[in-house]
């Protein structure tokens, strides 16, 4: 029987995303960098209504790196403006749709108006679960990590937690992520094939897509392909074909 992406079974419960190529789309236009990103706001809202409508649970999108805050000044700026404006425009139509908000990063680098944005933009969606929408925003794999074992450490030295007892789970209880199962399938626009400090732990058995497309001209066919490649994997998670035969799902 040949698999297709509306088959459940087949079908990424979650899907992270980094958002490449934004400036490159606005450079061949001969347009600003900041073209690029306002074009790719428009599509964060395509990804977000086609996760709506495949029913997918979790979609992760990389939107700003622990590194990004590096680019120049003028960018920088420019894409705190939209993430502001994206927020105030954005969020009470998410909320309609019953989507969940979130956002993971080091939250203390961005301004007072962004975080306060991002508090009630959490607040104000948390009990919904049509889809889990997590912006990944000052955020880097290694950076997430680190803030694990900071945790992890003060709860030693407070006692609540034995070293020799801590194990892989109660390690990712402390990650950005932590309630929502790891992401099934990655999506890279832009042409370059790597992971570029995105989730780093939480991708130990994603499966990985990328594309040449640039982020602002993806669409719902491309979308689609990314799923349909999907159902063709065998997700083996360290086992052999024959062991995983019978159920092609996801681990126990
Ligand atoms: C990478 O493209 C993109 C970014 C660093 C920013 C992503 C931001 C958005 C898609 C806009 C809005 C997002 C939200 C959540 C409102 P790039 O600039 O690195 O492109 P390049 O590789 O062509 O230079």
């Known amino acids: 029987m040949i698999a297709t992406a509306s088959d459940d079974a087949r079908k990424p419960r979650h899907i992270a995303i980094v958002m490449d190529g934004n400036g490159r789309w606005a450079e061949r236009r001969r347009r600003p960098r900041t073209?690029?990103?306002?074009?790719?706001?428009?599509?964060?809202?395509?990804?977000?209504?086609?996760?709506l409508e495949h029913r997918i649970e979790a979609l992760t999108l990389f939107a700003f790196s622990s590194e990004n805050w590096k680019r120049p000044k003028e960018e920088v700026g420019a894409l705190m403006s939209l993430f502001l404006r994206s927020l105030d425009r954005e969020v009470d139509e998410l909320h309609r749709h019953?989507?969940?908000?979130?956002?993971?990063?080091e939250r203390a680098h961005f301004s007072a108006a962004i975080r306060e944005r991002m508090h009630g933009a959490e607040t104000l969606t948390a009990a919904n679960s049509a889809l889990n929408l997590t912006i990944a925003a000052s955020y880097g794999g290694r950076w997430d990590i680190v803030q694990a074992c900071r945790a992890i450490a003060r709860d030693a030295i407070d006692g609540a937690l034995n070293p020799d007892?801590?194990?892989?789970?109660?390690?990712?209880?402390?990650?950005?992520l932590s309630d929502l199962p790891e992401p099934d399938l990655f999506i890279r626009t832009g042409g370059d094939h790597r992971i570029s400090n995105f989730l780093l732990w939480q991708m130990a058995y994603t499966e990985l897509w990328f594309t040449d497309t640039l982020w602002p001209d993806l669409d719902n066919a491309e979308l689609e392909r990314a799923l349909a490649d999907f159902a063709t994997r065998e997700r083996r998670f360290g086992l052999t074909s024959a062991q995983i035969a019978p159920s092609q799902g996801h681990p126990a």
């Open 98 to 105: 019953g989507v969940r908000l979130r956002f993971i990063g």
């Open 35 to 51: 073209f690029g990103h306002r074009a790719g706001a428009r599509t964060v809202k395509l990804c977000v209504r086609f996760c």
């Open 165 to 176: 007892t801590l194990d892989e789970t109660a390690f990712a209880a402390r990650l950005g």
